[in-house]
T-cell receptor, first 115, second 118 residues
Framework: AQKVTQAQTEISVVEKEDVTLDCVYE???????LFWYKQPPSGELVFLIR??????QNEISGRYSWNFQKSTSSFNFTITASQVVDSAVYFC????????????FGKGTRLSVIA | DSGVTQTPKHLITATGQRVTLRCSPR?????VYWYQQSLDQGLQFLIQ???????AKGNILERFSAQQFPDLHSELNLSSLELGDSALYFC?????????????????FGPGTRLLVL
């Protein structure tokens, strides 16, 4: 079975602080894909990143960075110098490459950035 | 803006009623997916269509049904509504529905339809 765990339900930081959102996944597949989505207060789901299991290189996009560690089954997301606009619920998700399984989401982490 | 459109944005109805949610995928995308987001269950996959055919089914209730039309838009029909059906319903689309592998492409989500059953 596939499972995504986001242990942090809510995080609150002060603007300009760095914050890391944790994501731990479970799958028996050797090939799989990991995603992060952002859900701002307006409600839509915004795609942030997709990473396959063969690519363990960390990725940086502006203030966002992702750390994929297969050894610990983790795909953590760091926001550097957080801003109020980063306030949202962030979801980590997984698709294994076998079968026809759709996105399996974690429960999400609500991030509040306080000015 | 993801390019996926959903109507209506909000829907308020009564128990026992039937509603239809509509989704238009991004231009060029052949596959649509429906997800339900509720407070207790989180984000859950309901059903996927690819080029008019059902491709995968998740935890979709028998009271719910969907279809994808020749112009690729999709409708999710919810009938005999119960209070517990109140949720945010998302549609997502992708290019080929994962034919090259389920994770080979990204699903882009619409803004959602917020359903409130009173």
């Amino acid at each position: 079975a596939q499972k995504v765990t986001q242990a942090q339900t809510e995080i609150s930081v002060v603007e300009k602080e760095d914050v890391t959102l944790d994501c731990v996944y479970e799958t028996r597949d050797t090939t799989y894909y990991l995603f992060w989505y952002k859900q701002p207060p307006s409600g839509e789901l915004v795609f942030l990143i997709r990473r396959n299991s063969f690519d363990e290189q960390n990725e940086i996009s502006g203030r966002y960075s992702w750390n994929f560690q297969k050894s610990t089954s983790s795909f953590n997301f760091t926001i550097t110098a957080s801003q109020v606009v980063d306030s949202a619920v962030y979801f980590c998700a997984l698709i294994p490459n076998s079968g026809n399984t759709p996105l399996v989401f974690g429960k999400g982490t609500r991030l509040s950035v306080i000015a | 803006d993801s390019g996926v459109t959903q109507t209506p944005k909000h829907l308020i109805t009564a128990t026992g009623q039937r509603v239809t949610l509509r989704c238009s995928p991004r231009s060029g995308d052949l596959s649509v997916y429906w997800y339900q987001q509720s407070l207790d269950q989180g984000l859950q996959f309901l059903i996927q269509y690819y080029n008019g055919e059902e491709r995968a089914k998740g935890n979709i209730l028998e009271r719910f049904s969907a279809q994808q039309f020749p112009d690729l838009h999709s409708e999710l029909n919810l009938s005999s509504l119960e209070l517990g059906d109140s949720a945010l319903y998302f549609c997502a689309s992708s290019v080929a529905g994962g034919l090259a592998g389920p994770g080979e492409e990204t699903q882009y989500f619409g803004p959602g339809t917020r359903l409130l059953v009173l």
